[in-house]
């Protein structure tokens, strides 16, 4: 079965630091190209950055660049999302996603209608004082 699972949110406060990671089972990562979005209540899920099936090539959404940094170990079939600087805006539930089309849309903020294969559960980050 294919499976994704999210850990390493939490409460942090502004300019702090977390590391999320993504699970895979059932699926080879390198097979996939590894989506991060978030949702905060009231508001639509955004892609905030991907990493692509084959190499190292990353993209990232103008809200997180220079301060989230998305990375793949195929070894432990895990992604991990490196997130620094955080800011209250921030605050959102993240979840990980195979996003069945390209990283340059997923971070593109056109996502609604788009196709995507397994979801993780999601985790919570909070940011606040």
């Known amino acids: 079965q294919v499976q994704l699972v999210e850990s390493g949110g939490g409460l942090v406060q502004p300019g702090g630091s977390l590391r999320l990671s993504c699970a895979a089972s059932?699926?080879?990562?390198?097979?996939?190209?590894i989506g991060w979005f978030r949702q905060a209540p009231g508001k639509e899920r955004e892609g905030v950055s991907c990493?692509?099936?084959?190499?190292?090539?990353?993209f990232y959404a103008d809200s997180v660049k220079g301060r989230f940094t998305v990375s793949r170990d195929n070894a432990k079939n895990t992604v991990y999302l490196q997130m620094d600087s955080l800011r209250p805006e921030d605050t959102a539930v993240y979840y990980c996603?195979?996003?069945?089309?390209?990283?340059?849309?997923?971070?593109?903020?056109?996502?609604?209608?788009?196709?995507?294969?397994?979801w993780g559960q999601g985790t919570q980050v909070t940011v606040s004082s």
């Open positions: 996603a195979t996003p069945l089309f390209a990283c340059q849309m997923v971070v593109g903020g056109r996502i609604r209608s788009k196709p995507f294969g397994s």
């Open positions: 059932g699926f080879a990562l390198d097979v996939y190209r």
């Open positions: 990493i692509v099936s084959k190499g190292n090539t990353t």
